[in-house]
């Protein structure tokens, strides 16, 4: 009688007991969720393996947590210790029925600290088997005291946990289905898009689809652009910008600029067109929320310029847009010296505890000549992710897509622009595996008043499954919809039927 291939598994395995897990069920049929818990993984345990019922379950976010209903799951919860001093807390969710046969792996933001609980649940509802980690510490975004004295931590930040916990998310997601995922997909934006970079270059047959969202990818230089902000805006309490005073700002810059792209709405499809010149808004009389004093136009246009060397004018880190003022709030302007706003506590938290080794190192004493080099130096090989060199994704057969708003006041816009132009310049035309998506009006990684909102695992898993590579993606928000177009070509409007639907542009060269 012929054994079929399963029976076959079944009958080697139940000789040979000391065979690997997967012998622990046959191809294709799934392992009891609990016996996850003895599977064996490179340099750390399986901590617990739970079957999770379907129904309402409360998840941590960046900033807050949210109860929302769930599939039926397998949890499953790893430490990670490739070094005597790591300790990466991973987790691995796999649906407990109608999985897609995919893995979507979700990114961090900031400095990281926890488990983006949120975005696997939704890579769970859309039948993903997904994956994440905190990158081997905990804490909030803007927490660095991790990192004083431990230097295998910071590389562990840097790009370690995200490999390891991709591989051991392959296994446990093989283990318990029996068959590994047909694709791999990485999901991440802001600290999450240095990661999906970060892997592109160090690891490029990690994953089969990777999506780059506002990438914190030249990380040591953004910090030091946001120092260059706090500087310019809140070392002298003279420089510093009320928040009351942005929608002027905005205001004036959309007088000035909103109809260049040939449609007023509001939003500038390529704010480098813009050459407003803040010096316009100079009150003539009493200070008052729509003028600005001397020093706050001096400080305004540092942080257009952005970051620069003061002896050799050489770009350090690239300024933020000019129409995107209204959304600086939570990022940019503070409303104290020193500021509260998000950038500068990351800035801070990074610079003084992975750069100079503790809080008594001052923000207002940064040498913008001198400091950058030994920034760079300290700790730019392993926690920076700028090498052009992506001939690995490419021989790899993976698709990589990167999207980012022309409004972010966290991450300048300019900072992809950099990176795919060096990618350019490095290889050529990558639009047969690497596209750049700029899109108007958003801010960061979400919100703002353009049309912005679009299915993005939907595009990555159609171009990586279906060959059907992205010229152009129709995103909406309420009342719009609005083509975004493969860098370099913008959207321009036929000049026929409504500016607020995306049927009425094409995609052209600037």
Known sequence: MKLTANALLRAVCTAISFLPFFCLQAEGESAPCESLAQFKIDHGEVNSAQAVLAGPLTVNGLLSTRTISVPAFCRVLATLRPTADSDIRIEVWLPASHWNGRLESVGNGGLAGSIAEDAMAGA??????????????TGSPATGDWALGHPEKIVDFGWRAIHLMTMEAKGLTAAYYGVPAKYAYWNGCSEGGGQ??????????????ILVGAPGNYFVHLQIGGNWISQASHKDPATMISPDKLPAITAAVLADCDTLDGVKDGVLEDPRQCHFDPETLMCKGEENNSCLTAPQIAGLKKVYGGAKNPRTGEQIFPGYMRGGEAGWGLWIAGTQVPPRDYQHGIMVNTLANLVFDGYKWDWRTFDFDKDVAYADKKVGAEINQINPDLSGLKKHGAKM?????????????????????????????????????????????????????????????????????????????????????????????????STDDASNYTCAAE
């Open 124 to 137: 769970l509802l859309a039948g993903y088997a997904t994956a994440g980690t905190d990158t081997g510490h």
């Open 196 to 209: 999906g970079l970060s892997e592109a270059q160090r690891f490029p047959d990690d994953y089969d689809g």
């Open 401 to 497: 897509l990167q999207y980012h708003g022309w409004n972010d006041p966290a991450v300048s816009p300019l900072n992809s622009v950099n990176y795919f132009e060096s990618v350019q310049t490095k290889m050529g035309d990558t639009s047969s595996f690497y596209r750049l998506f700029m899109i108007p009006g958003m801010e960061h990684c979400t919100g703002g008043p353009g049309a912005s909102s679009f299915d993005h695992m939907q595009v990555i898993v159609t171009w990586v499954e279906d060959g059907m590579a992205p010229d152009q993606i129709v995103a909406s928000r309420p009342g719009r919809t609005h083509p975004l177009c493969a860098y370099p070509k913008v959207a321009k409007y036929t000049g026929k039927g």
